[in-house]
């Protein structure tokens, strides 16, 4: 452990880089990724940087902040490269996952139990899952992050600390200009209102000056961007402003209690962060009673601000992770110290149910894996071999440790299995043959200039990896192509509707891609990841 102590935050990010690297570019590109990729390839192929597109259209949802990261990452790696594309969104949990060692040292003053609150972040589901359904999201709530920490150091300080206030306003800008105000909402205001309940603000008049000039600096970095789309663009930046901010109060609605499951997107630690919710059995077990009331108001106001905006997604509670993975670390923290000496049946069972299901799926593992992999073909044996094994042995060594009541180890194995799951467990899906998926392929539709008709998947966009031009312009009337053959990437159904077509031009079908990683049988089969590859010949 004296290694750890002098080497905490390099250690931890070998550990992510080893759990997240080695298949970084298995995952299909979701549908998130796939308009912030086509943005990035936008700004380095037609020089959007500061007016953004996605297909050549304007897109000025999200501000450039991390796109203009990933394009540069993509410069470097390759510009048709997911690694590439994906490595700033590592770079990011790694951050995340420093910055909760940092804050955390500050509160405990003690490194090893802040180095097991940053192993619980970077390997909490949805922190992980993010990466892949909106990657944007790890950005700003990881700036923010950094601002948070920060901002508590300068609060702690009796004396206006401007290293540490300029710091704080250079990063809250960044999560402006990575997400606008979300994270500023889910997570600053928050930590804000928790922090005024357990450590109170001192000197606030020797620092009035020291906070304008944050506002000052997060406004400068975060706001000019807008200002600018503002001025350049006005109209189309004015009805995607309002569209957006319309989405808040109208789309995607669900009730107030929506998020009220949100210590389950913790994956493996879903029971011990129910626990470490439960205020009275825990505030007389912690050894820091300032910091646990601390992260669990923090946890619990970040839930219900979020719980106010009408519109609720699931990925919206990533950033109650965060406070969350410190709440965990207390219960943990106590676990350690105290299992060996616990009887009480109503606090070690929830241990060994937790603990116990964990290393029961890897004992399970090679049985219901061969089950599942028997008819698949040789290469998906070698990865399903070596994964069986490895979360076998995790899972048996969880069982040995759980009967000694050795806690830390435990832990540490729980940590190591669900980066195992990630590291040998992804290859075996990417050797399963998959009959459905049929990606885009550039040698048929290169052939001739393509165009679209209706909407279409961006997830299709990327793979074409070019512009898409609609047949229809935004008043519905045709745009007829100068070219006497060429080709339309559709679906049926919107082919069919257009009988001025079907009259001017011989249609001949070449081709079908279906995205899809599922059977159409299933509920999760998705029309819009369907499209046929027509070539249009003019009628003589």
């Keep these: 452990m004296n290694w750890l102590k002098k080497h905490p935050i390099f250690l931890l990010c070998i550990f992510t880089a080893l759990m997240l690297l080695p298949n970084l570019d298995v995952l299909n590109v979701s549908i998130m990724e796939a308009r912030n990729f086509i943005t990035a390839r936008e700004m380095i192929t037609d020089g959007h940087w500061l007016l953004t597109t996605m297909n050549g259209e304007a897109r000025y949802q999200k501000p450039p902040l991390p796109t203009w990261i990933t394009a540069i990452s993509s410069m470097l790696f390759g510009i048709k490269s997911v690694f590439g594309l994906r490595l700033p969104t590592v770079l990011m949990v790694m951050l995340t996952g420093t910055y909760i060692y940092k804050l955390s040292f500050e509160i405990l003053k003690n490194s090893t139990h802040s180095f097991f609150n940053a192993l619980i972040v970077v390997t909490s589901f949805y922190v992980i899952g993010i990466t892949i359904e909106a990657p944007w999201d790890i950005f ?15 609060f702690q300080k009796k004396i206006p600390s401007w290293k540490d206030g300029i710091l704080a306003g250079i990063f809250i800008g960044f999560s402006f200009m990575s997400k606008g105000p979300i994270s500023i909402y889910a997570l ?12 109170k603000y001192k000197s606030l008049n020797k620092k009035t000056p020291l906070y304008l000039a944050i506002i000052l600096i997060s406004l400068g970095i975060g706001g000019w961007w807008f200002i600018y789309v503002r001025l350049h663009d006005p109209l189309t930046f004015q009805i995607i402003t309002q569209k957006e901010t319309a989405n808040w109060s109208n789309y995607n609605v669900k009730p107030f209690y929506y998020y009220w499951s949100f210590f389950s997107q913790s994956g493996i630690w879903t029971i011990p962060a129910f626990i470490s919710l439960l205020f009275p059995y825990l505030k007389d077990r912690v050894r820091n009673k300032k910091g646990y009331l601390f992260s669990l108001l923090w946890t619990i106001f970040a839930v219900i601000l979020l719980s106010i905006i009408p519109e609720k997604k699931a990925r919206y509670l990533m950033p109650v992770l965060i406070p969350l993975a410190i709440n965990i670390g207390f219960y943990i923290d106590y676990l350690i110290r105290n299992f060996n000496y616990l009887n009480n049946k109503k606090e070690t069972i929830p241990v060994y149910i937790n603990f116990g299901l964990i290393a029961l799926i890897g004992v399970l593992f090679p049985f219901f894996g061969y089950f599942f992999l ?35 180890f435990v832990f540490l194995l729980t940590i190591a299995f669900f980066a195992s799951i990630l590291i040998t467990g992804l290859p075996i899906y990417q050797s399963i043959p998959n009959t459905t998926y049929k990606p885009v392929s550039n040698e048929i539709t290169n052939q001739v200039k393509t165009y679209t008709i209706g909407s279409i998947a961006p997830e299709i966009i990327w793979q074409f990896d070019d512009k898409l031009l609609p047949l229809k312009s935004k008043k519905n009337s045709f745009i007829y192509p100068n070219e006497e053959i060429f080709g339309v990437l559709t679906n049926a159904k919107e082919l069919k509707k257009e009988k001025q077509l079907n009259s001017r031009y011989k249609i001949k079908i070449v081709s079908t891609f279906n995205l899809n990683l599922v059977q159409p049988n299933s509920k999760k089969y998705k029309d819009r990841l369907v499209y046929n590859f027509y070539l249009l010949e003019k009628k003589m």
């Design 140 to 154: 700003s709530h990881s700036f923010m992050l950094i601002a948070i920490f920060y901002l508590f150091k300068l």
């Design 188 to 199: 600053l205001l928050p930590f804000l209102i928790s922090y005024g309940f357990t450590f």
């Design 374 to 408: 028997r008819t698949s073909p040789p290469n998906s044996w070698v990865p399903f071999i070596i994964a069986s094994f490895i979360l076998f042995i995790i899972g048996i060594l969880i069982i040995y440790y759980l009967i000694k009541k050795n806690i830390k």
